[in-house]
């Protein structure tokens, strides 16, 4: 079974810019969770979505989207970036019967 | 609110040996979840083990167990045989076992464990 892919792995951005992130999770995983991790905040939860619908939502600014597609598939999006966005964005998947949560490789974003 | 502290920023360990990495938690949640993952300096997490609040054994994946005390709430990780793939990050996670926030975790601050040869 494959597991969670993130695409792209790194990115460079410049301040003003808006970035979209994209997430494939393990097949028949219904469920996406974005985080952000950075050495200042550590890991933190930014949104989630399930069957398409937004079910839960950290305490980031409207900067911060995403959706998900029919197919489960995820993107994150972040408009106007900032310098402290510079992150690396974990997704991960958990299917309907288990609590495990699969994490992709991260998209490593820098801002400059 | 949910929290998880890890109070070792960095442990070492002799190849082979065991190593026990801590976690403490705090929550009102009464169905809830912990979970530790490991992430090597590539990025990527991998999950290892999962303990339910209402598990009465504790949780075991080949050479990796989790010493749960719901009392103390301590959800500590034990490493037997360590071995040298073994250096990475160690992060504890919890997340309540509801249907609004099954996809929610909250992550401790990591341990850095290194394996010496």
């Known amino acids: 079974k494959a597991g969670v892919t993130q695409t792209p792995r790194y990115l460079i951005k410049t301040r003003g810019q808006q970035v979209t992130l994209s997430c494939s999770p393990i097949?028949?995983?219904?469920?996406v969770s974005w985080y952000q991790q950075t050495p200042g905040q550590g890991l933190q939860f930014l949104f989630e979505y399930f069957s398409v619908t937004q079910r839960n939502k950290g305490n980031f600014p409207g900067r911060f989207s995403g959706r998900q597609f029919s197919n489960s598939r995820s993107e994150m999006n972040v408009s106007t970036l900032e310098l402290g966005d510079s992150a690396l964005y974990l997704c991960a998947s958990s299917g309907d019967r288990s609590y495990e949560q699969y994490f992709g490789p991260g998209t490593r974003l820098t801002v400059t | 609110a949910q929290k998880i502290t890890q109070t070792q920023p960095g442990m070492f360990v002799q190849e082979k040996e065991a190593v026990t990495l801590d976690c403490t938690y705090d929550t009102s949640d009464q169905s809830y979840g912990l979970f530790w993952y490991k992430q090597p300096s590539s990025g990527e997490m991998i999950f290892l083990i999962y303990q339910g609040s209402y598990d009465e054994q504790n949780a075991t994946e080949g050479r990796y167990s989790l010493n749960f005390q719901k009392a103390r709430k301590s959800a500590n990780l034990v490493i037997s045989a360590s071995q040298l793939g073994d250096s990475a990050m160690y992060f504890c996670a919890m997340r309540e076992l509801t249907y609004t926030n099954a996809g929610k975790s909250t992550f401790g601050d990591g341990t850095t464990l290194t394996v010496k040869p």
């Open positions: 097949s028949g995983h219904r469920s």
